[in-house]
């Protein structure tokens, strides 16, 4: 009785793994059928983007090495992941339209600021683009000898949200070495607004601004360092 079950056990076990060789055998022939980039090639590969920074030089290197391959088989995960390793891009979206086309969309980061010698971008990532740096000098530029890119960050944006209440825009903030903040803006008017309650001062100095104008007519400086006043220079 023992014998009949082993027997039988041997048989399924057998039987089993034949029909897994021949589906794998089976997968395997339908992989090579579908791989094949002569009956299946990529004849279009459309790309949607702006080129502001990425330059189609750099994507058409990468896609150099997936000129070759079937329009089923492409590798889009690994495609994917070289085209997100390029600095300006933000997000990738890969597709494949029947019967030869592959859509590539990307979205590029944007530039908002400059840090020192790099570039502040989207999602507050640094790209290190020294080609692009001639062509972002009109942006806001963050300087400070201290590696505190975060704080900075935030003191920009806090700054510039009270400056843009009264019509003001930055266009340098600079942490000095004695962490004594200065800020020029885009009318070459220069701030010193000194190291504690600089939001506070600042907003004092866009409150009396029209009072300074109407006084001393144009202004190049002003010292706002004083518990009560400000120097106007």
């Known amino acids: 009785m023992s014998f009949d079950v082993g027997l039988r056990l041997k048989y399924t076990l057998t039987v089993f793994g034949l029909v897994a060789l021949a589906c794998a055998l089976s997968l395997r022939l339908i992989y090579l059928y579908l791989d094949n980039q002569t009956k299946f090639p990529i004849n279009t590969i459309k790309i949607i983007a702006t080129y502001k920074h990425?330059?189609?030089a750099k994507l058409e290197d990468i896609l150099s090495h997936y000129q070759n391959k079937s329009f089923y088989t492409l590798g889009v995960n690994k495609l994917y992941q070289e085209i997100m390793q390029?600095?300006?891009?933000?997000?990738?979206?890969?597709?494949?339209i029947r019967p030869d086309t592959v859509k590539i969309s990307i979205k590029e980061k944007k530039a908002f600021a400059l840090w020192n010698d790099s570039i502040?971008?989207?999602n507050k990532t640094l790209i290190n683009d020294k080609g692009s740096l001639p062509y972002l000098q009109h942006l806001p530029k963050l300087i400070s000898k201290a590696y505190n890119y975060s704080e900075m960050l935030k003191m920009y944006a806090k700054l510039q949200q009270a400056l843009t209440k009264y019509g003001f825009k930055i266009a340098t903030l600079e942490e000095r070495p004695?962490?004594?903040w200065e800020i020029t803006l885009t009318n070459g008017i220069l701030?010193?607004?000194g190291k504690h309650d600089t939001v506070l001062r600042v907003t004092r100095f866009c409150k009396a601004y029209p009072f300074i104008t109407e006084s001393h007519g144009k202004i190049s400086s002003v010292?706002?360092?004083y518990p009560k006043?400000?120097?106007v220079q």
């Open 120 to 122: 502040v971008a989207t």
């Open 229 to 231: 006043g400000m120097a």
């Open 178 to 180: 004695n962490k004594a």
């Open 191 to 193: 701030l010193r607004a």
């Open 223 to 225: 010292d706002l360092r």
């Open 54 to 56: 990425i330059t189609r």
């Open 86 to 96: 390029l600095p300006w891009v933000e997000e990738v979206d890969i597709s494949r």
